[in-house]
């Protein structure tokens, strides 16, 4: 299962590069048609970044908890960045095992997933998350984790939420890749650094944000954001087949933790 999750981050990167004009014949057939997502965005969840992270030995997954955050949040923006960073602390808690971790989050959830006015589908998979926890079904939990995500970003198109889809997506990749480098950093190994090289999957998000309501775009928050990926692209652009060194891989860390840390923060309000 993590060699085929890693294949499908690799493969999402490659189409990424084929739409902005790289050779598109390296990727095979069978990658190609596994990559296609029914939401249209091919930002890898959380959970094929962990699986494509692919560390030997055992993975700390506790020591990437974070403090619980505020969830009275009114800014709409803010709050799909931080669902989004939210269900990757969910895949984090199913990697840790830890069941009482994994229903917390799972509340959080449903919580800002409501204030986004989703569906009730969603609203309802929180009893599901607790069930799976209590009987620690950490495989089905991961699978339901996904079908949470892919049932608000469901809903959010059926109400015309596009744009929030985008955020979702963004809080997610931005946490993800925040615990995919801290990781590294526990125990440094060359081999799983490289799954860090993602220049043209963040020149897509990039893309993504620029494709937004200008309402929207303008947020502080998210301009914010979009200006500080410029900077973590150029720092996830090494050289093919070079592994990031761990001073590298302390600036990724660092850069994607500042994000993670403005998105957090409790200072917006509308």
Known sequence: MIRLARLSLIAVVEIISAASGADPARLPADQLARAVR????????????????????????????????????????QIALNLGGLIADGFIAVEAKDSQQVKNIGSDIIKLAK?????????????????????????????????????????????????????????????????????????????????????ALVGFMQSKIDEISPELRNEPLVKDVSQQLTGIQKLV?????????????????????????????KTIAK
């Open 38 to 77: 029914s939401d249209s965005i091919s930002i890898p969840t959380p959970g094929e970044l962990f699986a494509a992270l692919e560390k030997p030995g055992k993975i700390n997954w506790s020591g990437q908890y974070r403090a619980p955050m505020p969830m009275t949040y009114r800014n709409r923006a």
């Open 115 to 199: 204030a986004l006015g989703v569906s009730e589908h969603v609203l309802s998979r929180g009893n599901s998350i607790n069930e799976f926890a209590e009987h620690n079904e950490w495989d089905t939990l991961q699978e339901e984790l996904e079908a949470t995500q892919n049932e608000v970003k469901s809903s959010m198109q059926s109400h015309s939420d596009q744009d929030l889809i985008i955020l979702v997506s963004l809080g997610g990749w931005i946490r993800g890749t925040q615990v995919v480098s801290g990781a590294i950093l526990e125990s440094y190994d060359a081999g799983s650094a490289k799954v860090l090289r993602q220049p």
């Open 237 to 265: 652009s090494f050289p093919v087949g070079k592994a990031p060194s761990v001073d590298e891989v302390r600036k990724v860390n660092e850069a994607v933790g500042k994000v993670m840390e403005e998105i957090e923060s």
